[in-house]
């Protein structure tokens, strides 16, 4: 090997070096602008920056949502709750065959939803929230966290049906939201402005909760076919 060809490897062996480390170590100075107080609801780039977030690819969106620890260890359970509701990527539910699908690549790649999953009281927290959220089915991006999108509630109630946050099915859970998906049962049935894809969430929530309602046949028949039932989701 001649010396000015080794020079060239070297040279190209110190440049990829240099760019792994950049990535690995790449900091992104979006979340040095502050998220709010302890119950503050992390804002994501899609919000602040819509521009920005419609020219990302989908791998660049996913990096985009890495929370930093330091942001996601101040916040109260109840802000981490609030906050998967604005979750960017809830949109990705309806691109896989399965619907849960996505919320186990979500969860697997969000350290705000592990970090949440991992609370003490996030099973309580995660009840209260659901009990107090509603669909608008007119809106197509959630500007509150009350009233949402069709796709941050099923999005929401299929993570709660995954089992992937500890303590949903234990006897108080259990109770408060065998009511609550009982009651959005019934005024999603009552409205034309829901199809029978609305209860598939709820229904699974059912199943695999133990909430112990009872569905018509053609939706629980609809929920297994479009979700997992093969354990993925069990610890």
Known sequence: MTKKIYMILLAMALATACAKDYTENYHDPFWDSGQGGEND?????????????????????????????????????????????HYPMNGILYAYNYLDMPVKMVYDRSPL???????????????????????DPMIFSSKD??????NDELFLELFLGTGLV???????????????????????RKDASFSDISLIPLAYMNERLGLGLKFDDNIVEMMHL??????????
Request: net charge negative.
């Open 226 to 235: 479009f979700t997992l039932r093969d354990g993925l989701f069990n610890k």
């Open 113 to 135: 939803h592990q970090t949440l999953a991992h609370r003490e009281d996030a099973a309580a927290t995660l009840v209260d929230i659901f009990d107090m959220t509603s669909i």
């Open 145 to 150: 966290y009350m009233t949402l999108c069709l």
């Open 166 to 188: 500890p303590g949903l099915d234990s006897r108080v859970n259990k109770e408060r939201l065998k009511a609550t998906v009982s009651r959005k049962m019934d005024e999603r």
């Open 41 to 85: 609801p992390i804002v994501f780039l899609n919000e602040t920056d819509p521009a920005a977030w419609l020219k990302l690819e989908f791998e660049d969106r996913f990096n985009a949502c890495e929370v930093p620890g330091t942001i996601l260890q101040a916040k109260s359970t109840y802000a981490l709750g609030l906050s998967i509701l």
